[in-house]
């Protein structure tokens, strides 16, 4: 049998690497957000990231957005950007501002 180094989505590489992959945003049961910060693959950010959740669960990573806006105005501080989530259960877009 093949030695495996561990898989993020079983758990396995969180528990090898005593790991936590991203943040999760209060407001979920704690098996919930257990399996969020172990079982799901992280992001980076100019800050601290973190999953948002929506419906009970963590909702899932779409991107970074908003970052033309900013862009267009090179007077304003730092360099802001959105990250983008949407819920997997209703639908829903949330996001979260992050900044430089």
Known sequence: MARTRGCIADGSAAERYEAQF???DSGV????????E???PGFSG????????HCGDGAAFLG?????GP???PDADGQPTGNLFKCRTCG???AY???T
């Open 22 to 24: 991203t943040e999760v």
């Open 71 to 73: 862009a267009a105005h």
């Open 92 to 94: 829903e877009f949330l």
């Open 97 to 99: 501002a992050d900044c």
């Open 46 to 53: 100019w800050q601290q990231e973190r999953r948002l959740v």
């Open 29 to 36: 049961a704690p098996g919930v957000a257990r399996a969020v």
């Open 64 to 68: 970074r957005v908003g970052a033309a």
């Open 38 to 40: 172990t079982r799901t």
